[in-house]
């Protein structure tokens, strides 16, 4: 599998974060930097209810289209933050 120079992807995307608590789900993946920066679109609904995990990767993937982001370039970007330990599941 051929993949991009890291010159070629895009600043920046929004991903899920695997295992991190609820509210703390969604982060923005920057390009050239190590980990991510939590974003609070997870947060509670006024209800106290918080969105299910498919309704956040929905969301990412929502978001990382409106940046012109597709899902292979966002893991790209997300693998560079975050290294081979984070296991990205694209929407298909």
Partial sequence: ???M?????RVYCYGVVPGAPLGERIGIF????RGHQAVDFDSAHSDGRFMTAA???DLVFLMNRQLGVDPGEAER???AA??????VVPKP
């Fill in 30 to 33: 920057t390009r050239g930097e």
């Fill in 55 to 57: 309704q956040a990767k």
């Fill in 77 to 79: 970007i997300i693998r």
């Fill in 82 to 87: 975050l290294g081979p330990l984070l296991t």
């Fill in 1 to 3: 599998m051929a993949f």
């Fill in 5 to 9: 120079k890291e010159s070629t992807l």
